[in-house]
Antibody, heavy 122, light 107 residues
Framework: QVQLVQSGAEVKKPGASVKVSCKVS????????MHWVRQAPGKGLEWMGG????????IYAQKFQGRVTMTEDTSTDTAYMELSSLRSEDTAVYYC???????????????WGQGTMVTVSS | EIVLTQSPATLSLSPGERATLSCRAS??????LAWYQQKPGQAPRLLIY???NRATGIPARFSGSGSGTDFTLTISSLEPEDFAVYYC?????????FGPGTKVDIK
């Protein structure tokens, strides 16, 4: 089955960048559509962006346009999410999640990583 | 952007009781709605996709219904492990959006 293992917690200063990784096992990354969702402490879930298999493009939430970059290394089956110009409001747990794995046969966030806590503090 | 509203914000029930959670969309999302369960310190877990389809391994006590703008997640008889926060999410249009969540806690 698909498993997603994310990189460890990060502490960053305002204005810095952070790059979170998400290692896939059980399938190859080319078989999956990876997305990123974040959750600020005590708050709800916020979709950031991901690969749209119907259009074949990576799409980003407007809120993060220009600050976020999602990439993939298919040689290591690892997805990355880089967020720049960090501010305190970016303090959150960042999750990778598959958008409809082959076993689901539909579109939903069916497999999730364990989450990566990113703290932005001076 | 499609806005999802969930009610109630908190539902206080006892084990064995029936839970009915509501999700309303600001415009029609057809049947493109999913439900997730999240426990403290854990990632969300997919329960229901496309309004009424249970994900793999989800017990039959969880059921989803609705279409258009009004959706319901029903837990027929609450088990101790069901006390958690539940989110709805639409995939009708990008951006995907989530509701603010309903917390089901122990009465």
């Amino acid at each position: 089955q698909v498993q997603l293992v994310q990189s460890g917690a990060e502490v960053k200063k305002p204005g810095a960048s952070v790059k979170v990784s998400c290692k896939v096992s059980g399938y190859t990354l080319t078989e999956l559509s990876m997305h990123w969702v974040r959750q600020a402490p005590g708050k709800g879930l916020e979709w950031m962006g991901g690969f749209d298999p119907e259009d074949g493009e990576t799409i980003y939430a407007q809120k993060f346009q220009g600050r976020v970059t999602m990439t993939e290394d298919t040689s290591t089956d690892t997805a990355y999410m880089e967020l720049s110009s960090l501010r305190s409001e970016d303090t959150a747990v960042y999750y990778c999640a598959t958008w409809g794995s082959p076993t689901l046969g539909a579109y939903a966030f069916d497999i999730w990583g364990q989450g990566t806590m990113v703290t932005v503090s001076s | 952007e499609i806005v999802l509203t969930q009610s109630p914000a908190t539902l206080s029930l006892s084990p064995g009781e029936r839970a009915t959670l509501s999700c309303r969309a600001s415009q029609s999302v057809s049947s493109y709605l999913a439900w997730y369960q999240q426990k403290p310190g854990q990632a969300p877990r997919l329960l229901i996709y496309d309004a009424s389809n249970r994900a793999t391994g989800i017990p039959a006590r969880f059921s989803g219904s609705g279409s258009g703008t009004d959706f319901t997640l029903t837990i027929s008889s609450l088990e101790p492990e069901d006390f958690a926060v539940y989110y709805c999410q639409q995939r009708s249009n990008w951006p995907n959006t989530f509701g603010p969540g309903t917390k089901v806690d122990i009465k």
